[in-house]
């Protein structure tokens, strides 16, 4: 019934100057998480095969608030299905207002156009909600979530989605009420993956599911066929296949149940939530 489909990894940090093969040598399907809009533009003549270049604006990062110019923002979402690493960070030495404002212009662009958005929401899990439920933006993907309970939960009622990596404690979010067609895998390398002994490269999220398949009572394999089923009910609610590179969009279409399909016949609705 279902082709082997490669590991998912929706957030990880690479050089924007890597070679197209070494990333195809990951075996894996990566969502790649530019910074700034300048970051992107070095990615926008790459032509690779399992790679997508999110275009970002990292909330810890001076230098890309400094850069930001929402027309500029809206021409490069063009050539993207995703928006990687916008937010809120409480640390950060930009002050909340200036990263407010800001993220509030992606969250409305988000809202016209609609994106894949991974959200960074470090100490400002709150205000991050409150811009998210302000905005009305689909597609949201929580990155290294860190909300309480009462937050998480007011999440879920937003309709966000979340991308876990071996550095979280998934337990935490199922507890919390998550439930599997929510979450996403992410590596967040180098960040994500600088602990314990499983190889530190984007991509590599084999202990992501087994983690999520220990915590909700199924197999790896089935944790990675759900985690697909959602990117592809993702994608295809927000209409976003033909943004993808073509080999991604045949696994995309690959993940979808077909009519007659054997088995949770639940998913073939989650285009539609
Ligand atoms: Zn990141």
Redesign the pocket.
């Known amino acids: 019934m279902s082709r082997e489909l490669p590991p998912l990894d929706l957030?990880a940090?690479i050089d924007p100057g890597v070679a197209p093969r070494e990333l195809e040598q990951l075996g894996a399907v990566v969502f790649a998480?530019t910074r700034s809009a300048t970051e992107f533009e070095r990615t926008t003549h790459r032509t690779d095969q399992v790679t997508i270049w999110g275009l970002g604006c990292h909330p810890g990062v001076a230098a890309a608030h400094a850069d930001f110019d929402a027309e500029r923002f809206a021409e490069l979402m063009q050539k993207t299905p995703f928006i990687s690493?916008v937010g809120l960070d409480g640390g950060a030495r930009t002050d909340i207002e200036t990263q407010t404002e800001i993220f509030r212009a992606i969250l409305t662009l988000a809202t016209q156009t609609p994106r894949i958005v991974s959200v960074?929401s470090k100490r400002a899990t709150s205000r991050v909600l409150d811009l998210i439920e302000e905005s009305g933006a689909p597609g949201i993907v929580l990155?290294w979530w860190m909300g309480s309970q009462a937050e998480t939960e007011r999440a879920i009622r937003l309709g966000c989605l979340f991308s876990v990596n071996k550095s979280m404690d998934c337990g935490r979010l199922r507890r919390a009420g998550v439930p599997l067609d929510r979450l996403l895998p992410e590596t967040?390398h180098p960040?994500g993956n600088g602990r314990g002994d499983g190889p530190k490269q984007p991509g590599w999220t084999l202990d992501v599911e087994q983690a999520v398949a220990v915590e909700f009572g199924i197999t790896p394999a089935e944790v990675r066929t759900q985690f697909w089923r959602t990117l592809a009910g993702l994608a295809l609610g927000l209409n976003l296949d033909g943004l993808f590179p073509r080999p991604v969009r045949a696994m995309l279409d690959a993940a979808r149940p077909r009519a007659g399909d054997t088995g949770s016949p639940a998913v073939g609705q989650e285009g539609q939530t």
């Open positions: 957030h940090h998480a690493e960074h990155h967040d960040a």
